[in-house]
């Protein structure tokens, strides 16, 4: 069994900043990536960023150079740091790990971030 627990979400002006945090538990093993995606409504899901067990990211375009993902595998928390956020930006924000040979996605219960113009 696996738990993804957000939190850091919030309503910040434009221009402003803010740091999620994804605590995992449970079975957490053979980790593939460890992601971020966000969702507004009346759309599909899409990647932000994500981080591979060699350290290495990826991130969607719109992002780069603003939001930078990490993580801290005693604490096997990553995390989401988001600069200079823009009111595009607004969505609810979740976290996915991707493990094992088969790919198996778990997903937290995500946390609102709100850029307010």
């Known amino acids: 069994h696996v738990q993804l627990v957000e939190s850091g979400g919030g309503l910040v002006q434009t221009g402003g900043s803010l740091r999620l945090s994804c605590a995992s538990s449970?079975?957490?093993?053979?980790?593939?990536?460890m992601g971020w995606y966000r969702q507004v409504p009346l759309k599909p899901r899409e990647l932000v960023a994500r981080i591979a067990s060699d350290d290495s990211t990826n991130y969607a375009d719109s992002v780069k150079g603003r939001f930078t993902i990490s993580r801290d595998v005693a604490k096997n928390t990553v995390y989401l740091q988001m600069n200079s956020l823009k009111p595009e930006d607004t969505a609810v924000y979740y976290c996915?790990?991707?493990?094992?040979?088969?790919?198996?996605?778990?997903w937290g219960q995500g946390t609102q971030v709100t850029v307010s113009s």
């Open positions: 996915n790990a991707d493990l094992g040979y088969t790919h198996n996605n778990y």
């Open positions: 449970g079975s957490i093993f053979s980790i593939n990536y």
